[in-house]
């Protein structure tokens, strides 16, 4: 049954693939500046290109996790949402604050952005990935409290799911971790423990929880399987999502300045993480071989199939590769880590967001269960040049990292920064090539859903 407040969902879900698309731009020519210095510049320094590409990442997909808590809270607890009208008001406020703040980055010094923010009055930027003014910070908070009351209002006057209490716990663990992004202290490893506690707990923490409970809702509603046999698998996963993830943070506190208890502490819970993501794999295709149902939408089901793949390979097989002090402290901040942090986001959140998108949005446009077959062939062609790209990208920066820290590191002749930089320039170009075909994926994701033929009718 489709409830009237989920259409709130979809100007979230449009919003989030735009800002996807600027994302992917700002990644292409960030690329490109890797090998050719002075592109753009100074126009689009290299510091401000990557300060978009990253908050664009944050941003779309926040849009996409809302959007997916107001189509699933309806549906999930049998009632309408509390205040439709108060999730168009927060979508357009954070659709501004977002795009006001980007266009700061682009048109001022960041130092200039700051002082016209009143940063001086609670010191909040220049952190990575937390490089927002102080105000959109704020605005951030408000999204976010407006978001929980929402469906938190929703949830107490309808069923409880367990799928929707493990998402509002997601929620309410995003908003809460979100505070440390407030607290600057002066001292530089105080400062980097706690802004972990954003940037880690988030990405390793409270948003697999956001990924477990939109996983299960799409396998649910697409495969047919019992709920209990879904919320079992997905109790399991989350408890050790939770577990390795939240004393995992220690794997970034090797180096800092932290006691030596945290190497052990943070090998060790760091090298369990992967786990859970297994057990997502595992779950996804015993879902579908369960399946009671054969959905039309199956380009919805490839994005949901993917989704654990590419978040194990990503997070789990790329995360574990440095993650033990031993080896982290040859490979520490070289492009292994980017290698892992491109196929991580990706595999993990880029697609479950995708997957709820692909499912929702014929709905949420009239359609029965699913866009038309031709629309169908076009998105799966989106689907595997991303993917397929994606890989690519990973292992070319990997093969960038190895050499990176070969030559840089270990030999018996250690070469300094740029003249290492000079000779993996090869493995630079092979990952613009990549992000390129990665793009056009991306638009062809977006041309699917206008590209028309005759409807699918519903399973």
């Known amino acids: 049954m489709q409830y009237k407040s989920q259409a709130v969902a979809k ?48 941003v779309w997909l926040l849009f996409g996790f809302m959007g997916a808590a107001y189509y699933m809270v309806p549906e999930e607890t049998e009632t309408e949402l ?57 605005g951030i908070v408000i999204v976010a409290l407006g978001l929980l009351f929402n469906i938190s209002m929703t949830a107490l006057k309808g069923r409880k799911t367990a799928i929707i209490m493990v998402m509002i716990i997601g929620l309410w663990g995003l908003a809460i971790f979100f505070l440390f992004a407030f607290y ?34 799409v396998l649910i509603k697409m495969t047919g399987v019992d709920r209990e046999i879904i919320e079992k698998w997905l109790y399991v996963i989350i408890a050790m999502a939770l577990i390795s993830g939240i004393i995992g943070t220690g794997h970034h506190y090797f180096w800092i300045g932290t006691p030596d208890y945290w190497q052990w502490w943070g090998s ?38 993917g989704t654990p793949v590419m978040a194990f390979l990503g997070a789990g097989v790329w995360g574990f590769m440095h993650t033990l002090a031993p080896v982290n402290y040859f490979t520490h901040g070289s492009q292994i ?60 920066l990997t093969g960038a990292g190895i050499l990176q820290v070969w030559l840089q590191r270990i030999s018996e002749a250690p070469m300094s920064f740029m003249v290492v930089q000079d000779k993996i320039a090869i493995f630079y170009w ?30």
């Open 11 to 58: 100007p979230y879900f449009i919003a989030a693939i735009g800002l996807f698309i600027g994302q992917i731009l700002f990644g292409v020519i960030l690329g490109l500046q890797y090998v050719v210095g002075d592109f753009l510049f100074p126009e689009i320094p290299f510091n401000v290109a990557r300060m978009v590409h990253t908050n664009l990442l944050i």
């Open 82 to 138: 509390y205040s439709p009208k108060l999730a168009i008001i927060l979508f357009w406020v954070f659709l501004v604050a977002g795009a006001l703040t980007i266009i700061g980055y682009l048109s001022v010094p960041y130092a200039t952005l700051a002082q016209m923010t009143g940063n001086d009055l609670l010191p909040t930027m220049g952190r990575e990935f937390l490089e927002q003014p102080t105000i959109t910070k704020v």
């Open 184 to 217: 600057n202290p002066v001292n530089l490893v105080l400062d980097k423990y706690f802004w972990w506690w954003v940037v880690h707990l988030w990405v390793e923490g409270v948003w697999e929880l956001i990924l477990g409970s939109i996983l299960a809702f």
């Open 268 to 305: 060790l819970f760091s090298a369990i993480e992967p786990i859970p993501f297994f057990m997502m794999v595992i779950f996804a295709f015993n879902m579908v071989n369960k399946r009671k149902r054969d959905h039309p939408n199956k380009a919805a089901m490839l994005w949901a199939i």
């Open 337 to 396: 880590t980017a290698a892992h942090g491109h196929m991580a986001f990706y595999g993990a959140y880029v697609m479950v967001v995708l997957a709820i998108i692909s499912y929702a949005m014929p709905i949420l446009r009239g359609r029965a269960a699913a866009n038309s077959k031709k629309s169908q062939v076009v998105e799966m062609w989106s689907f595997w040049l991303m993917t397929v790209s994606m890989v690519f990208i990973t292992l070319f």
């Open 430 to 459: 092979m990952r613009e090539v990549a992000g390129i075909i990665f793009l056009l994926g991306l638009i062809l994701y977006v041309i699917s859903f206008f590209v028309g033929g005759e409807e699918e009718a519903s399973s």
